[in-house]
Nanobody
Framework: QVQLVESGGGLVQAGGSLRLSCAAS????????VGWFRQTPEKEREFVAA????????YYADFVEGRFTISRDIAKNTMYLQMDSLKPEDTAVYYC????????????????WGPGTQVTVSS
């Protein structure tokens, strides 16, 4: 249906920035909501941000606190997460996902997932 691949993760110091990208392929015309989630071995998968694929509605977790911006480029079948003012607690594997038809912020509501990209923020 839809295949997703993340990129842009890496190691940054606290206060630094990263831009994550998620390239979509396949049946992209049916994409509904695309979102970012993150996960550590100690925590369950956690919602970060989401955006309507063919709209402009955006959604953010409370912990984002204005530091992150989600966007997408329909022509390039790519969505992004610009992360600024990163904190050590942002360290996680970040996943992009598509779906969210019954729950924008619920991981279980998403149908398609990328393999993830590691983000590490040093203190």
């Amino acid at each position: 249906q839809v295949q997703l691949v993340e990129s842009g993760g890496g190691l940054v110091q606290a206060g630094g920035s990263l831009r994550l990208s998620c390239a979509a392929s396949g049946r992209t015309s049916s994409m509904y909501t695309v979102g970012w989630f993150r996960q550590t071995p100690e925590k369950e998968r956690e919602f970060v941000a989401a955006i309507s694929w063919y709209g402009v509605s955006t959604y953010y977790a409370d912990f984002v606190e204005g530091r992150f911006t989600i966007s997408r480029d329909i022509a390039k079948n790519t969505m992004y997460l610009q992360m600024d003012s990163l904190k050590p607690e942002d360290t996680a594997v970040y996943y992009c996902a598509e779906g969210g038809r019954w729950g924008t912020m619920a991981a279980a509501a998403y149908d398609n997932w990328g393999p993830g990209t590691q983000v590490t923020v040093s203190s």
